[in-house]
Each structure stands twice: as C-alpha cells, then as structure tokens.
C-alpha cells in the first residue's frame, strides 16, 4: 500500500520563525496536493492546496512548494504565531488497486512558542 | 452553507456492542469518506461512499462496515467493539467521489470499555 511520507513528527518553532513541514509520495493519479489544519478536538481543516499548474501557491503566512520531479511538496509557514500550533497533515491522491483515493500523512504536531 | 455534521459527538460502549455512527455531508456533496484517528496516528481511511455505492475500501476487519442513503447521509457500524476500536471517528464530503477536496465534520470519540 502506497503512504505518504511526512516530517517532522514534530517541530517547536519560536514566534516570528518559519515553519517547515515536508512530505513525499510515490504514484499519484494527478496532482493535487492539500494540507489540513487540526486543532485538539476539532476535525482536520482544509488549510491550502496546489493543483497542477503551478509549483507553488501562497496565501497569506502559508504557502506550498511543489517538485514534481523529487516527487515532494512542502509547506512554510512564515512568521509562525502561538496561534498556528496544531497538527498538520499532507495529503496526496494515490493510486491503489482499487482506484484513487485521498492520503494522508502521519502528521506533524507544531508548537509555536510566545 | 452548513458544514459537516457529525452525531454523536461522543459516546462510551463496552467491548461486544456495536455502535452505528453518523455523518450529514455539505449540501450538495456526495461523496462521503470515513477515517480512523488514533492519538499519535495519521488519518486511517475506512471506506468512502458515492451515491449510495462503496467506492473504496481500506485496510479494516469485516467488523467495520457502511452505507449511505438517497440524501448523501451516511453511517458506519462497527461490530463486536473491541478495546482498540476506541477513536476519533471522522467524516469527509466532497463534490465528487475519488480524491478531491474533502472537508471534515468534528468526529465522534468513541470510547470502549
């Protein structure tokens, strides 16, 4: 079965820094990358995606790198606020057997210190 | 527009009960996908559903099963509960079926005893 591969597990960044969280994936039906946000409690939200057309996408703090040919996407998250700590996870549309389907990674758990 | 609805928001069983969940998708999705939380875990993917028919279907014992009705509304069973079933049980809709954008419901935390 086909994963994708997140890091950090985790990350303590210090207010003002940048944030970095990265994943790879193997075979993918098309290129669509998401990320979602999850705070405890909550279900994931979806923060910001990349399709196809470009190798990368800002909005706001947040902004996605894309390398199609390293098979990696990325996302920054410039001047992190104590506001921004959650869990993050990437995701990417695997081919399986039994089709395509959404997956996720294992999640990175952020921490932004005041 | 309305989110995903999730009921219940919690709820305790004991090991052997089956318990059946529920997820109302964003008006107008139909494709409804169920996942697995665990702390510490990823999202593990369940089963998705696309007008009324099981599109996919992850790596869970048979215990594990599905539907979803007319009006997009769906709902996973879980059998014979046993202690490690115990969970953030979360719902995604989207438009279409397949991997698109999902957008999730808040769960149900299920707790088995």
């Known amino acids: 079965q086909q994963q994708v591969k997140q890091s950090p597990q985790s990350l303590i960044v210090q207010k003002g820094g940048i944030s970095i969280i990265n994943c790879a994936y193997e075979n993918t039906a098309f290129d669509y990358f998401p990320w979602y946000q999850q705070f405890p409690g909550k279900g994931p939200a979806l923060l910001i995606a990349i399709r196809p057309d470009v190798s990368e996408k800002k909005e706001g703090r947040f902004t996605i790198s894309f390398n199609k040919s390293a098979k990696q996407f990325s996302l920054h998250i410039m001047d992190s606020q104590p506001g921004d700590s959650a869990t993050y996870f990437c995701?990417?549309?695997?081919?399986?057997?039994?089709?395509?389907?959404?997956?996720f990674g294992e999640g990175t758990q952020l921490t932004v210190n005041p | 527009k309305a989110g995903v609805t999730q009921t219940p928001r919690y709820l305790i069983k004991t090991r052997g009960q089956q318990v059946t969940l529920s997820c109302s998708p964003i008006?107008?999705?139909?494709?409804v996908s169920w996942y697995q939380q665990t702390p510490g875990q990823g999202l593990q993917f369940l089963f998705e559903y696309f007008s009324e028919t099981q599109r996919n279907k992850g790596n869970f014992p048979g215990r594990f099963s599905g539907r979803q009705f007319s009006n997009s509304r769906s709902e996973m069973n879980v059998s014979t509960l046993e202690l490690g079933d115990s969970a953030l049980y979360l719902c995604a809709s989207s438009f279409g079926p397949g991997p698109y954008e999902q957008y999730f419901g808040p769960g149900t935390r299920l707790t088995v005893t």
């Open positions: 008006s107008g999705h139909r494709s």
């Open positions: 995701a990417a549309p695997l081919l399986e057997t039994s089709g395509s389907r959404l997956t």
